[in-house]
C-alpha cells in the first residue's frame, strides 16, 4: 500500500524557518518526481514544487523562490522541503503528492500544518 | 501564469440530480507533446485531494463513472450525471501544461 506521511509542521515566528518531511513506502520512490503542493486554512490549492526523480531538476512556484528548497534521500525514501524566511502568507497545509500527469496513479499525504505567526 | 477560471464557486444539487462545473484557461493548454494536461480533483472536507479526472477526459481508476471530463483548449467541464450524498465538497481544476502548474478557485458542491 503506497503511504505518504508528512512531518514537521508547526507554529513559526515570522522570519523563521522550518524543514517539513514526507516519509513515502509502498512504492519505488527513486523512480517518481515528486511535489509539494500547499492549500492556506479556508482556502484554495497551490503547487509549489516538483523535484525530479534524482534530484536533478526542481521547479519553484515565483512566490516561494529563494526561501524554499525541496530536495529529496532516495535512500532513505523521503521527500524534504526547507522553508526559510517565512510569512504570514505561507501559512498552510503542506501536502507531499506523487502526481502523474498521466495515468499513473496519484497519491496524495494527509498533510502538515505550518502556521507562521508572533 | 495561466489563470484557471471555475464557474459556478457554489453548487447546490438535489441528489440524484446532475451537476456541472466549468473551467476556463487564460490560454490553450495543449502541450507541445500534443497532449492536454487538465485535471480535476475532488476535496472531501477534512481529506486530502483526490485526483478524479487527467487529461481532460480519462477517469482515474476507482472513480465512479458519474464523473465525466470534458474540453479542449481553453474550456473544460466536469459533469457528474447523478449527484450522490459521497459528492459534497470542493472541485477543483488545474492545468499541469505551463509552468507553474495552477489550480482554479475551486467550486463547492452541496447538497440542497
Known amino acids: 500500500e503506497v503511504q505518504l506521511v508528512e512531518s514537521g509542521g508547526g507554529l513559526v515566528q515570522p522570519g523563521g524557518s522550518l524543514r517539513v518531511s514526507c516519509a513515502a513506502s509502498?512504492?519505488?520512490?527513486?523512480?517518481?518526481?515528486m511535489s509539494w503542493v500547499r492549500q492556506a486554512p479556508g482556502k484554495g490549492l497551490e503547487w509549489v514544487a516538483n523535484?525530479?526523480?534524482?534530484?536533478?531538476?526542481?521547479q519553484y512556484v515565483d512566490s516561494v523562490k529563494g526561501r524554499f528548497t525541496v530536495s529529496r534521500d532516495n535512500a532513505k525514501n523521503s521527500l524534504f522541503l526547507q522553508i526559510n524566511s517565512l510569512r504570514a502568507e505561507d501559512t498552510a497545509v503542506y501536502y507531499c503528492t506523487r502526481f502523474s500527469r498521466g495515468p499513473l496513479q496519484n497519491y496524495w499525504g494527509q498533510g502538515t500544518l505550518v502556521t507562521v505567526s508572533s | 501564469d495561466v489563470v484557471m477560471t471555475q464557474s459556478p464557486l457554489s453548487l447546490p444539487v438535489t441528489l440524484g440530480q446532475p451537476a456541472s462545473i466549468s473551467c476556463r484557461s487564460s490560454?490553450?493548454?495543449?502541450?507541445?507533446?500534443?497532449?492536454?494536461?487538465l485535471t480535476w480533483f475532488q476535496q472531501r472536507p477534512g481529506q486530502s485531494p483526490r485526483r478524479l479526472v487527467y487529461?481532460?477526459?480519462n477517469r482515474e481508476s476507482g472513480v465512479p463513472d458519474r464523473f465525466s471530463g470534458s474540453g479542449s483548449g481553453t474550456d473544460f467541464t466536469l459533469k457528474i450525471s447523478a449527484v450522490e450524498a459521497e459528492d459534497v465538497g470542493v472541485y477543483y481544476c488545474?492545468?499541469?501544461?505551463?509552468?507553474?502548474?495552477?489550480f482554479g478557485q475551486g467550486t463547492k458542491v452541496e447538497i440542497k
Open positions: 490560454q490553450s493548454l495543449v502541450d507541445g507533446d500534443g497532449n492536454t494536461y
Open positions: 523535484i525530479r526523480q534524482d534530484g536533478s531538476e526542481i
Open positions: 509502498g512504492f519505488t520512490f527513486s523512480s517518481y518526481w
Open positions: 487529461k481532460v477526459s
Open positions: 488545474m492545468q499541469g501544461t505551463h509552468w507553474p502548474w495552477t
